[in-house]
């Protein structure tokens, strides 16, 4: 520990070059793990915020939600199966305010739900986003599919689909404007879930992978991330394979006079673990603080937890690629390293 201190302060300049190196590539990392986060909330925290489950659709909608129809005999067999089964139709949509201005909207219906709200006839209720449009409570509205308004019976809080605000209504309005009473999909609370002949079924996960729009965003953001990671052990490596060579002869006198192997390891990986962690609590301090003074639309989201998880990556990333390079350290026979360094 004290070897590696003084190696530090001995070379502040290069060591601190790394430290900022790392300091930036982990804030990156974060600030674009908290947009990615905060996308995949703001596109689908209807079903983000639902308890753990299994959603049910036709098998001959091949995981496309829009396309699946639950018919009166299908419903009755889920029923069957679950007497807790949840359904639920999602179509997008618009509806008009009194200033003739339209707003987009996730139309939302639901029956045997205990997580939605329960809306009447010619009634909804929206995502309190929509507020800052100008609409307000007992609002009427209007949509072209329909003969009559919509009042506005209230708003809930973090309710989207796909980044438009949802707009719940009762099934018998939803029915009279997509011309059907089928629900879209079926849902079961809990993890053991009854197989039902010809419909699929998914996990929250694996339901939310089949919207176009919310995995396309997260595969690409995710990649980013990995690519950072990737790079910051590349970094971590070429550094101290540099270092190393530069300390061949130094190497080779520490083990002339009896220093071991591991012990050198331990010299570098306690550098690397200095510089690393002073690194990553200025980059979550920022990051948290970035969260706290973003502006309200934007999607950003970065738990402490989530922080905790990707600094720990780093920590493992590090170790891996100060070790790769440490592998020289091994190889340095006293003698050849002395008579290199005297070169």
């Known amino acids: 520990m004290k070897m590696a201190w003084k190696e530090i302060m001995k070379s502040k300049t290069r060591y601190l070059i790394l430290g900022s190196i790392i300091f930036l590539i982990s804030l990156l990392t974060m600030i674009i793990s908290g947009l990615a986060n905060g996308l995949s909330y703001d596109n689908a925290s209807l079903i983000k915020d639902m308890p753990e489950g299994t959603f049910y659709m036709q098998e001959e909608a091949e995981g496309q939600y829009n396309f699946s129809s639950?018919?009166?005999?299908?419903?009755?067999?889920?029923?069957?199966?679950?007497?807790?089964?949840?359904?639920?139709?999602?179509?997008?949509?618009?509806?008009?305010?009194?200033?003739?201005?339209?707003?987009?909207?996730?139309?939302?219906?639901?029956?045997?739900?205990?997580?939605?709200?329960?809306?009447?006839?010619?009634?909804?209720?929206?995502?309190?986003?929509?507020?800052?449009?100008?609409i307000s409570e007992d609002e009427k509205m209007t949509n072209g599919l329909l003969d009559h308004s919509l009042k506005v019976d209230g708003f809930t809080d973090q309710q989207k689909f796909s980044h438009a605000p949802v707009a719940f209504i009762n099934h018998d309005d939803f029915q009279n404007m997509y011309r059907t009473d089928a629900f879209q999909l079926a849902f079961i609370e809990g993890n053991e879930a009854p197989v039902i002949d010809g419909l699929s079924q998914f996990t929250n996960d694996e339901f939310l992978n089949t919207i176009p729009s919310y995995s396309a965003e997260q595969l690409s953001l995710n990649m980013i991330v990995v690519f950072l990671f990737v790079i910051s052990g590349m970094l971590f490596g070429i550094f101290f394979y540099m270092i190393n060579v530069q300390k061949i002869?130094?190497?080779?006198?520490?083990?002339?006079?009896?220093?071991?192997?591991?012990?050198?390891?331990?010299?570098?990986?306690?550098?690397?673990?200095?510089?690393?962690?002073?690194?990553?609590?200025?980059?979550?301090?920022?990051?948290?603080?970035?969260?706290?003074?973003?502006?309200?639309?934007?999607?950003?989201?970065?738990?402490?937890?989530?922080?905790?998880?990707?600094?720990?990556?780093?920590?493992?990333?590090?170790?891996?690629?100060?070790?790769?390079?440490?592998?020289?350290?091994?190889?340095?026979?006293?003698?050849?390293?002395?008579?290199?360094?005297?070169?």
């Open 249 to 343: 002869a130094t190497y080779g006198i520490l083990k002339a006079v009896g220093v071991k192997t591991s012990t050198l390891f331990k010299m570098m990986w306690v550098q690397m673990i200095i510089i690393t962690i002073i690194s990553l609590v200025l980059s979550v301090g920022i990051s948290q603080l970035l969260g706290a003074v973003m502006p309200e639309g934007m999607p950003f989201l970065l738990t402490l937890s989530s922080s905790s998880m990707m600094s720990l990556v780093f920590l493992v990333v590090g170790f891996i690629g100060s070790t790769v390079s440490g592998i020289q350290i091994s190889k340095v026979e006293p003698m050849q390293a002395i008579n290199q360094g005297g070169m």
């Open 70 to 134: 639950l018919d009166g005999e299908t419903r009755n067999e889920i029923e069957e199966a679950s007497s807790d089964a949840m359904f639920l139709s999602i179509q997008m949509g618009e509806v008009e305010a009194a200033d003739e201005k339209r707003h987009g909207v996730a139309f939302v219906s639901t029956a045997n739900s205990d997580h939605f709200p329960d809306v009447e006839a010619k009634r909804l209720v929206l995502d309190n986003s929509i507020m800052k449009e100008g």
